[in-house]
Nanobody
């Protein structure tokens, strides 16, 4: 099982980035997907999520209207489109897959990527 994030980097305030997370080793379409981030000295924070059914994505208040999560089951990839970036968005961003969703939550598997650094600075 692998989740491999990419697309991070250095961007100026107000800029945009698109993160990608390519999955392998499990049935991607049966998993709920999320993006988390962790800034230095802070706890890991859930920022966006999308269900296996591809329903309406959810996002944290801190990124609502600026970040959008989406998934492409044909490519086994989840994306995080980020716009209007702020210095406080600086963090390591992680993708997460949890499932399969047709079994009870307690028995679901929980996979993490290795993270990609996003730095917002002028």
């Amino acid at each position: 099982v692998q989740l491999v994030e990419s697309g991070g980097g250095l961007v100026q305030p107000g800029g945009s980035l698109r993160l990608s997370c390519a999955a392998s080793g499990f049935t991607f379409s049966n998993y709920d997907l999320s993006w988390y981030r962790q800034a230095p000295g802070k706890e890991r924070e859930l920022i966006a999520a999308i269900t296996s059914a591809g329903g309406t994505p959810k996002s944290a208040d801190s990124v609502k209207g600026r970040f959008t999560i989406s998934r492409d089951n044909a490519k086994n990839t989840v994306y995080l489109q980020m716009k209007s970036l702020k210095p406080e968005d600086t963090a390591v961003y992680y993708c997460n897959a949890r499932g399969p969703t047709f079994i009870v939550t307690a028995h679901q598997r929980n996979y993490w990527g290795q993270g990609t650094q996003v730095t917002v600075s002028s």
